[in-house]
């Protein structure tokens, strides 16, 4: 199993990596440490808290490493004119009469909450390569779909503030 990523999910990763290796794990031991100091151990639960977030931020790091390692490497560049990834789309769905717009981001980068969908979702997969205008088939599942129309395309929606989805 891989993660299909951009280079800008990849540094960003590794920007968490490197934070959580150079700040928070030289914090987390300090709490282990001072909690430690308080005595016995067996009823400190400061201890077991500060070694629990210890464990924790390591577990989080070997996450992030082996999601590294594992990554298939995808391109975000697309034609000027069509759906790509890190574009803000304005879909109109028929059968609502509503328009919405999303942000189609990588798996990792998802969050339906703050309307970024992934491109390896029925609606993100769909859109992706169309143009302004099309209307496109959105299947959901053997018997399920819905048709939206893609009314703009804004390529300048930058992830500057996009961050990588915590499990």
Do not use: C, W
């Not at 891989?2 to 794990?25: A, C, F, G, S």
């Not at 914090?27 to 400061?46: T, Y």
């Not at 210890?54 to 082996?66: A, C, M, P, T, V």
């Not at 390896?120 to 209307?135: N, Q, Y």
């Amino acid at each position: 199993m891989y993660d299909e990523l951009t280079e800008n999910d990849i540094k960003k990763i590794q920007e968490e990596i490197d934070y959580r290796k150079l700040v928070v794990r030289k914090q987390a031991i300090e709490a282990v440490k001072e909690a430690r100091a308080h005595g016995d151990l067996s009823e400190n639960f400061e201890y077991h808290a500060a070694k629990k977030d210890k464990n924790q931020n390591e577990s989080r790091i070997r996450y992030l490493e082996r999601m590294i390692r594992t990554a298939k490497i995808i391109s975000d560049k697309s034609e000027e004119n069509e759906v790509g990834l890190n574009n803000r789309v304005e879909l109109y769905f028929e059968d609502d009469d509503e328009t919405e717009v999303y942000k189609i981001v990588t798996t990792v980068r998802g969050n339906s909450l703050d309307h970024k969908i992934s491109n390896e979702s029925p609606l993100g997969r769909a859109v992706l390569g169309h143009k302004i205008g099309d209307r496109v088939y959105v299947r959901v599942d053997d018997r399920t779909g819905y048709y939206v129309t893609v009314r703009s395309i804004d390529k300048t929606a930058g992830d500057e503030t996009d961050q990588i989805r915590k499990f």
